[in-house]
């Protein structure tokens, strides 16, 4: 996610006067370890549909990082149908205090608390039957500016081995939104280079675990073309568990957080284009790889008290059913209690109806789709 958003995770909780979250598992699930062929990344793709962003608890400090804060979560979600969880995670920078890996070798504090407590919520949403679980290097800052491969290539080496023996549900994302600090793009070369080396080393330990690779700046789809002129650091075209990721937040005067008012005129191109793009990138030198969209959603807390603008369910409404559906996009719902909330993390339950509005159809406060609360 963007910068600002980062920042608001950081007020909401000295709003809330959090101050240092329990790290505890509250569990010891047993790894749920697969007991069938691993699934293609097609296979996968076919099976994800649609599944949502465990936002901000494991990448940021927003939410306490344990299994009892995400378990509601996770299960009503999975009792909507949905079936992918995405689980930002930030390894290498200080997370309220913790740090999970060594931003100067990538290698892992095996006795984080909150290492445990990210392999108990991994294995509990392996446990509910049909789930993905995807997880990534989120906000590592130092580690996108410098580029060093050496230091990626360890963290997945050490993210490898310790969940090597999980379900091949459980999906790899490399680096996510690889922007410098800046907010440049990453040179294409030197993220193929770091991608190249996690990939060798993730490949190393397990043939079959998908992963998933993205653009160099903010995962836009117009980003892969000129990122991935060729698949050579990635098994060339020839491995069946390589998955490409893109995020949607077009038109971003719209889905942006703190952009004004949410009656902008936004259209069904503004919702197709993006997917398109990445599809014809999938179909020629993605040589068919299937495209995972990882986030989207409109940040519409950062301005209104309360969802109810028909505008913002419009889009909700037709960005999976309309459209991401039919192009056979799983997809993951941005959700992070706050700004581009779905799920009340305080009440443990659906905030608005923004979850029915996913599924393709939802009420709406009176028939005009720019209602007052747009405003």
Known sequence: MKIAEIAAGLIFCVALGVAEPSFSAAANLSPVQSTTPAPTAHEAAAQ???????????????????LEAARPKIDAYYDRGFRVVRIPVTWTEDVDGDTLADAGTGRIDLASPRLAALKAVVDYALSRPGLYVVINAHHEKRLKESGRADVLGRLWADISD?????????????????????HDPMPPAVLRRMT??????????????IVVIGGNQW?????????????????AGRDPYVMATFHHYNPWTFAGDNQGD?????????IRDPMETMARWAATTGQGMPVFIGEWGVGWHSRLPTMNCNNIRLYYAKFQAAYAAP?????????????FKVFDHAANRFDS???????????????????PDCV
Request: charged fraction near 25%; include cysteine; aromatic fraction near 12%.
């Open 353 to 371: 109806n923004l979850i029915d509005c996913i599924d393709g159809q939802c009420d709406w406060a009176g028939a005009e789709r720019f209602n």
């Open 327 to 339: 192009m056979k996009m799983p997809t993951a719902v941005w959700d992070d209690g706050g700004w």
């Open 262 to 270: 949410y009656a902008d005129a936004w259209t069904d191109a503004n």
């Open 48 to 66: 994800m549909g649609k599944g949502f962003n465990l936002g901000q608890m494991f990448d940021n400090s927003q939410h306490p990082p344990t």
């Open 162 to 182: 310790q969940f090597g023996d999980r379900d091949h549900r459980l999906i790899f994302e490399i680096l996510n939104e690889p922007h410098l600090a800046n």
């Open 219 to 235: 995962f836009g789809a117009d980003e892969m073309a000129r990122t991935w002129p060729d698949l050579s650091d990635v098994g």
């Open 196 to 209: 190249g080396v996690a990939y060798d080393q993730i490949r190393a330990r397990d043939k079959a675990r």
